[in-house]
């Protein structure tokens, strides 16, 4: 595998859930993640971002297996899994590590902290489980040895999360999905644990799916944007770019939501209008149409298509945020 070739990749990538029931209505299939194509190379961070119910965390778990896809098609190191069947997804969770929204909870009330961080080497069967070995997982973590003989409760929010990051790499694993791994910390020991994943790329070459709503994390970390609403990419590429120049009004009001720490601020107008839609009734054509302020009589009936553009970005909108010497190419089919 070269240092270009992406450990993971999906192409066009689907999850439908069929409802039941007298409330829903039997027989609906609902759309949670539509078409949603990516790649995650060594090395590198990906942040995907979006409102509550953008799709971001089923997006992650379909990766790894966890919520059956429906659709489209995921490469492993080049190799496409056959099927979606569990026993495809073997060598994905082999080399992978999930990181979830709230640590403690996935940890065994029951198992000292020392027994938790092992636990997946013996599992898989692989890797020194010694005390000494666990004690130099929890160093790399910035997780005090004195801890490991503890038991979860007795853990703060961040030494969860740093154990939760010492069970991650227990197996070296060449990509880690962390479920907003900020969630309920203070901004100091947000950075503590933002920096540790630094640490970890560069050590091992490591590459991250991050899954966030904070835009200051995902300002400070990731190497890469993507933008999602109603389980759909409607902008993506390099972070640096995309806080610069935004070409999705969805994005561009994600990002002037963002706090400003002066008083004197104010907004003449709110950078959204209106709720999210429910993924029961999707709206016709852009699915955004219906709160962005410069939508007009063809978002509203026909669906845009990805378009991209000349830094690296890629749009899905009828209307792009460029001027005419910047404006996006279509996207050969």
Same mark, same amino acid.
């Given at each position: 595998?070269?240092?270009?070739?992406?450990?993971?990749?999906?192409?066009?990538?689907?999850?439908? %859930?069929?409802?039941?029931?007298?409330?829903?209505?039997?027989?609906?299939?609902?759309? %949670?993640?539509?078409?949603v194509s990516l790649a995650l190379r060594p090395g590198k961070i990906v942040c995907v971002v979006g409102e509550s119910g953008s799709g971001k965390t089923t997006l992650g778990m379909a990766l790894l297996g966890l919520t059956q896809p429906t659709a489209g098609e995921i490469h492993f190191k080049g190799m496409p899994l056959a099927d979606f069947s569990k026993a495809s997804f073997r060598p994905i969770r082999e080399q992978t590590s999930l990181l979830f929204q709230d640590p403690a909870s996935s940890f065994n009330p029951r198992q000292r902290i020392g027994d938790i961080i092992a636990e997946p080497r013996r599992i898989a069967g692989t890797g020194e489980s010694s005390a000494e070995a666990i004690a130099s997982l929890a160093q790399l973590a910035g997780l005090p040895s004195s801890l490991l003989s503890r038991f979860p409760h007795a853990l703060s929010g961040g030494q969860a999360r740093?154990?939760?990051?010492?069970?991650?790499l227990s197996v070296v694993p060449s990509l880690i999905v962390a479920d907003e791994p900020t969630a309920g910390l203070d901004v100091s020991v947000q950075?503590?644990?933002?920096?540790?994943?630094?640490? %970890?790329?560069?050590?091992?070459?490591?590459?991250?799916?991050?899954?966030?709503h904070n835009l200051a994390v995902a300002r400070h970390i990731s190497d890469e944007l993507v933008i999602m609403y109603l389980g759909r990419v409607v902008?993506?590429?390099?972070?640096?770019?995309?806080?610069?120049?935004?070409?999705?009004?969805?994005?561009?009001?994600?990002?002037?939501?963002?706090?400003?720490?002066?008083?004197?601020?104010?907004?003449?107008?709110?950078?959204v209008i209106g709720e999210v839609p429910s993924i029961f009734a999707r709206p016709s054509g852009c699915e955004f149409h219906e709160r962005c302020r410069f939508a007009e009589s063809l978002c509203r009936t026909r669906p845009p298509q990805e378009i991209a553009g000349a830094n690296g970005q890629r749009v899905r909108c009828h209307f792009p945020i460029a001027d005419a010497a910047r404006r996006p190419q279509p996207v050969d089919a």
């Open positions: 595998m070269t240092q270009q070739t992406p450990i993971l990749e999906t192409r066009g990538l689907g999850v439908s %859930i069929g409802t039941r029931g007298r409330i829903l209505g039997a027989g609906r299939k609902l759309d %949670i993640v539509v078409d740093r154990a939760a990051v010492a069970r991650a950075g503590g644990v933002m920096n540790l994943f630094l640490d %970890i790329r560069e050590k091992h070459d490591t590459a991250f799916l991050i899954i966030t902008e993506s590429g390099p972070t640096a770019e995309i806080f610069r120049n935004p070409q999705h009004p969805y994005t561009k009001a994600l990002l002037d939501s963002e706090p400003v720490p002066d008083p004197k601020h104010r907004r003449s107008e709110p950078p």
